[in-house]
């Protein structure tokens, strides 16, 4: 139901955003990368321009191995929870603004 209304509705990722967030909330980490690339391969047949959200597996590829990447790296400083919560909002605002000063609907 919540896929639909997100489709009927003008939502800018519909049924993507919700299959995404249950991926990340209800499978093991393990199997995050290969859902979601089966999720983008869904997309990409239902609407082959849709290509570019193939780029989205580079974020879930983070998550799920970012502990073996980063894992000899010390940075010592750990940044307060709010930074970590306001960087989306603050990232939509700055390309609203420059959208707004580009003149670009």
Known sequence: VGGLAL????FSYGYYALVLILIYRYLDRKYWVIAHFALN???FLLDPDWWVQAFSIFATL??????VLFADVRFGVT???WVWRS????HLAALAIVAAMLNVD
């Open 7 to 10: 489709e009927a509705l003008p």
């Open 41 to 43: 391969l869904l997309a």
């Open 62 to 67: 983070y998550l799920v191995y970012k502990d």
């Open 79 to 81: 940044p307060p929870r």
């Open 87 to 90: 960087f989306y909002p603050a």
